[in-house]
């Protein structure tokens, strides 16, 4: 079964620091780009950022440029969204998904920025 | 990276069909056949129902389809089912992404 699980979401302060990780399987990861896409609560699917099967190509939205990081690590299966210098405006629950266009979603996780 | 237009809701009968349009610009829609269409009931992730602007993916109903005119590409839901009351949400991924405001559809 193709799946993806997102995990490391979590309460953190304003300004600082959180490592999402995506974990693929059901499929050959390495053939693949891979996207992060955010929902704030109540509100609409904003893209964040996007990487290449190969790490060759990386994308992201202006609102998170600079201060998130996207990797993957291709013998892990494995997708990451380094994010620092956290906003409240960051909070909402990310989703790791497969491809273009978005063809597998994960279930998401839930990142707050609160004080 | 402007988001693209779609409707805030609409509705329609059971059996009926209804419309949703996502109006972009030059530069996404109109340039590209890269335009997706997904769905998502609350609380759930959304799925996949239309890709490269009128194809679908393997498991998804045929009364699903997709469409587009210049700037604007079309979802069109025929057949309307109680089930289909969600969110729909436009996206175009020429380059970077972006996605609609969704559409929050009720089924009368």
């Known amino acids: 079964e193709v799946q993806l699980v997102e995990s490391g979401g979590g309460l953190v302060k304003p300004g600082g620091s959180l490592r999402l990780s995506c974990a693929a399987s059901g499929f050959t990861f390495s053939s693949y780009s891979m996207n992060w896409v955010r929902q704030a609560p109540g509100k609409g699917l904003e893209w964040v950022s996007s990487i290449s099967s190969s790490s060759s190509y990386i994308y992201y939205a202006d609102s998170v440029k600079g201060r998130f990081t996207i990797s993957r690590d291709n013998a892990k299966n494995s997708l990451y969204l380094q994010m620092n210098s956290l906003r409240a405006e960051d909070t909402a629950v990310y989703y790791c998904a497969r491809e273009e266009y978005l063809d597998v979603w994960g279930k998401g996780t839930t990142v707050t920025v609160s004080s | 990276q402007s988001a693209l237009t779609q409707p805030a809701s609409v509705s329609g009968s059971p059996g009926q069909s209804i419309t949703i349009s996502c109006t972009g610009t030059?530069?996404?829609?109109?340039?590209?056949?890269?335009v997706s269409w997904y769905q998502q009931h609350p609380g759930k992730a959304p799925k996949l129902m239309i890709y490269e602007v009128s194809k679908r993916p393997s498991g998804v109903s045929n009364r699903f389809s997709g469409s587009k005119s210049g700037n604007t590409a079309s979802l069109t839901i025929s057949g309307l089912q109680a089930e289909d009351e969600a969110d729909y949400y436009c996206?175009?991924?020429?380059?970077?992404?972006?996605f609609g405001g969704g559409t929050k559809l009720t089924v009368l």
């Open positions: 996206c175009s991924y020429a380059g970077v992404t972006v």
């Open positions: 030059s530069s996404d829609v109109g340039s590209y056949n890269l």
